[in-house]
């Protein structure tokens, strides 16, 4: 069977997913089966046979698992989504078909990306502005202690989301570029290899953007997210693990400053390691539910609408706006504790299985890494991989307590316009580099003179 028939072969499971997904909930709500799972399952596979076929067309060699597998995901998202609220369900499904037109998009206008290296530069003062454009007035503003989000009008966009891939393909880049320095005249010192001054330099100016970030927008996850994809690029470019110790060193150094000196921060840090001191750090009642609801799933979960997750009426009087925004046991069900929500109404199991499909899809993209045909390609699909995997495991890691809770969302699975976007068009380059690297090579016609030396 071919690629391309496997990767359509995938797609089924996933539409069948939805349609049983969608028909569990509806019975436990209304006890009726409704066609509504049948619409939903019927539009998401022809939304999906549609960008199997523009693949199968424009980039016939690409990995055939990692749109089914991104398929997947959002097809959980969906199928959580409307658990929570049909509502919300019905946006993030408009969202899905503009992720995939965004896809499309990427595929035919960077179909040769190797032309992003002449414009690096430009491509990271880009990265550069859309990580400060929240704290510009009038469009950007606070959202939960943070700089996160701007504003025009009715619309709301995380710039952050696109951020990530700007600063992924600078950083392969210049990389690619400048690896050889890096290793070129390095010394060992206690055990560590250390570069020269002069060309330790892009990791002193890294370190600083990734601490200027969380002091200016307050963002610990992003911050974590980029200086870690930075360190695993560093690691991939010149293979000197003493980098990445170093890079971590100075890091946890600048953190721990400026967790003391901003409270936003501090308190994050404060509900991490005592969310049941007494009295309470301010804000730990998010982190308390979310693991409450995740040991009440226990191994099997409730069952998909089972969950208690809505309060009455008469216990929510204080709400202005509509659950699950106000009114939730659960704060931020549908962003940033939809983990939680899986776990709780699917179990263990389920939440582990969520996990290994982040999991194998860092696989493919690192499998295509190695496939890859020169040293820019490498870098850009272990860092667009790596990146990937950072987002995932900063949001799961904060919802099971591992690390601070962040505002990230859980890619193609939470709410949200500009986090599904931004992750079609990173799975459109995934694809691209994916399509040269498995492509055969040209067989030479036995006409061609041989030229003999």
């Given at each position: 069977m071919s690629a391309r028939n496997r990767e359509l072969l995938a797609l089924v499971p996933v539409a069948l997913l939805v349609v049983a997904g969608f028909a569990a909930v509806l019975i436990v709500e209304s006890n009726k089966i409704s066609d509504v799972g049948l619409i939903y399952g019927g539009y998401f596979l022809a939304v999906c046979v549609g960008v199997h076929i523009f693949l199968r067309i424009r980039v016939p060699y690409a990995d055939p698992y990692l749109f089914p597998l991104c398929a997947?995901?959002?097809?959980?998202?969906?199928v959580v989504l409307f658990r929570i609220n049909d509502t919300l369900a019905l946006r993030q499904a408009t969202i899905f078909v503009a992720g995939a037109v965004l896809l499309a998009a990427t595929v035919v206008f960077?179909?040769?990306?190797?032309?992003?290296?002449?414009?690096?530069?430009?491509?990271?003062?880009?990265?550069?502005?859309?990580?400060?454009?929240?704290?510009?007035?009038?469009?950007?503003?606070?959202?939960?202690?943070?700089?996160?989000?701007?504003?025009?009008?009715?619309?709301?966009?995380?710039p952050a989301e696109l951020a990530k891939i700007c600063i992924v393909i600078f950083l392969a880049s210049y990389l690619?570029?400048?690896?050889?320095?890096?290793?070129?005249?390095?010394?060992?010192?206690?055990?560590?290899?250390?570069?020269?001054?002069k060309h330790f330099g892009p990791l002193l100016v890294v370190w600083g953007a990734a601490m200027v970030m969380l002091f200016v927008i307050r963002d610990v996850g992003s911050s974590l997210m980029f200086f870690g994809a930075f360190l695993a690029l560093l690691y991939i470019a010149t293979n000197r693990f003493s980098y990445v110790v170093i890079g971590l060193a100075l890091f946890a150094i600048g953190a721990l400053i400026i967790q003391g000196e901003i409270s936003h921060i501090h308190d994050r840090v404060e509900i991490w390691l005592h969310p049941f001191a007494k009295p309470e750090p301010f804000g730990a009642g998010q982190i308390q539910q979310s693991l409450f609801a995740q040991a009440d799933g226990g191994l099997f979960g409730t069952g998909l609408g089972d969950s208690l997750l809505k309060l009455p009426g008469p216990f929510a009087p204080h709400c202005s706006v509509p659950f699950p925004d106000c009114g939730s046991i659960l704060p931020a069900p549908h962003t940033d504790e939809i983990y939680a929500v899986v776990v709780s109404?699917?179990?263990?199991?389920?939440?582990?299985?969520?996990?290994?499909?982040?999991a194998l899809i860092g696989a493919r993209g690192f499998k295509t890494a190695v496939m890859a045909p020169d040293g820019f390609s490498k870098l850009l699909a272990a860092g667009l991989s790596t990146v990937f995997m950072l987002q995932a495991f900063v949001i799961v890691g904060g919802v099971v307590k591992l690390i601070p809770l962040t505002g990230v969302t859980l890619p193609f699975v939470s709410y949200g316009g500009s986090s599904?976007?931004?992750?079609?068009?990173?799975?459109?380059?995934?694809?691209?580099?994916?399509?040269?690297?498995?492509?055969?090579?040209?067989?030479?016609?036995?006409?061609?003179?041989v030229v003999r030396l």
């Open positions: 997947l995901l959002a097809a959980v998202g969906l960077l179909r040769d990306y190797t032309k992003l290296e002449r414009y690096r530069y430009l491509i990271a003062i880009l990265g550069i502005l859309l990580l400060l454009a929240p704290r510009l007035p009038g469009v950007g503003g606070l959202v939960n202690g943070a700089y996160l989000e701007i504003k025009l009008g009715p619309l709301s966009f995380q690619h570029e400048h690896r050889e320095l890096l290793s070129v005249g390095a010394r060992r010192i206690v055990g560590l290899t250390i570069p020269p001054l109404e699917l179990g263990l199991f389920g939440g582990v299985a969520l996990v290994a499909v982040y599904v976007i931004a992750n079609f068009i990173l799975l459109g380059l995934l694809l691209v580099v994916s399509d040269r690297a498995r492509r055969p090579p040209p067989q030479r016609s036995p006409l061609d003179p």
